[in-house]
C-alpha cells in the first residue's frame, strides 16, 4: 500500500526508514538516523551505568565483570561504529550545507562509509584482541 | 527475421480510492508493446476497461509534469517513462498516487497548496505574454559559477520531489524542495522579500539532506543542489551583516 499525506504521523515516520526504491542520499539519511538513536540509547544506558556507582564498590565492579563479556564488547563495537559513521556524515552534511561540494555528495558518503567501516575494523580488532 | 517480442502481457496493479471509502488496488491485465511509455497503458485501462479511473495528464511529453506517479514505488512522469524500463514481460507494474499529498481520487492528488507556495516564492503558473516576452532575457539561469546553462532547468512543477522527500512526508509545513529551489531561481537578490519565507524552521533549515529530490527530479532541476545553495547565500548574508 502506498503511504500518503492523510495518514498518521507515526506510520509516516516509518517512511524514513524506508530504502525502496530510494537513491545513495536516503542510504546515508536513513543510517543518519539509525546512528543518531543508537547513540541516544546509549548516552541513556551510560548515565544508568554510572548510577551503579552510587551502590557501592562492590556493586560496580560486579556490573564491570558482566559488561566485559563479549556481547557487551560487541555493543561497545556498535557504539564505536555509529559514532564515526555520524561523525564523519555530520561533516558531509555541514559542508553540503554550505553549498560545498553538493554535486559530490555520494562520493563523500562512499568514501566516509570507507573509513567508517575500516575505522570499526581496525577498533573492532583491538577490541577483541585486548 | 527480428526475434523480438513486439507484445508483453504485463499486469498492472492500479491504486484506487474514492471519497471516503477505503483504498484498494485493481488489477488489469493486458497486452502491451514494451516500448510504449506506462501512461498508454492507463490510459488503455480507462478507454477499455474502467471510465471511472481517474489521473491525470496532458502534454504526453514531459512538459506540463501532469503525469507524475509513483510506479513500483519510485516517483515516475508516466508519459516517458517506458514500460521495459519498469517492467518484464509477465511482470506487474504498481501504480500508486503521488506521496505527500492529499488524495483526491484514484491517482489523482490535491497540488493546491504545493501551486499557492510556488506562486508565494514568485514562481507564477501564468504570466502574461507580453511580460514573458520582455522578461525573456532575465530567465536565462547560470549554473551557479556564473559559466555554463543549464537546459531545461525550468520546475515543471510535477511535484514528484515533495511525494520523494522523507522530511515532506512527516511535515506537511515543510515548504518542500520545488518551492525552496523556487526562490533560490527568483533570486534573494531581487526578491529580497523572500528571505523571510525560506529562512524560517520550516524552510531553508528544515531539509535534511537526503537528496532524493535532485535523483527523481525529471527536469534537471536539481533541488537539492539549489536548497544547499539558499542555505549559503543567507549564510553568508548574516556573517556580512555581523562585520557591517
Ligand atoms: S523541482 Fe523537479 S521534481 Fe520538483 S516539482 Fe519541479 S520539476 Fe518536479
Ligand atoms: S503528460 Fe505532461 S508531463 Fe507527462
Known sequence: MSEHADKSGISQAFRWFDPRGRDVGTIAFILNRITALGLTFYLFLHLIVL?????????????????????FVFGELLVVAAGLYHGLNGIRVGLTSFGIAVPQQKKLFYWLLAIAVLGSLIFGIRMFTA | MSTTKTKWT????????????APYYDQFTMEVDPDEYVLDAIERIWAFHDRSLTFRHACHHSTCGACGMLVNGVEKLTCITYIRDVV????????????NFPIISDLVVDMSLFFDRMEMVGQRQVIPIAEEIV?????????????????????????????ACPIAATNPDYLGPAVLAGAQQSGLDKKPELLQIVDQENGLWRCHSAYECTAVCPSNVDPAWRIMDLRRQVTSQRFKRLFR
Request: aromatic share 6%.
Open chain 2, 135 to 163: 522578461g525573456s532575457s532575465q530567465k536565462a539561469q547560470s549554473a551557479g559559477n556564473g559559466k555554463e546553462y543549464l537546459r531545461l532547468s525550468d520546475c515543471i512543477e510535477c511535484g514528484m520531489c515533495i511525494s
Open chain 1, 51 to 71: 548510577g551503579q556507582l552510587a551502590k557501592g564498590a562492590e556493586a560496580y565492579d560486579g556490573f564491570l565483570a558482566t559488561i566485559r563479556s563479549p556481547i
Open chain 2, 10 to 21: 504485463v499486469n498492472l496493479k492500479v491504486y484506487r480510492k474514492k471519497g471516503q471509502k
Open chain 2, 88 to 99: 518484464e514481460d509477465g511482470g506487474t507494474i504498481v501504480i500508486d498516487p503521488l506521496r
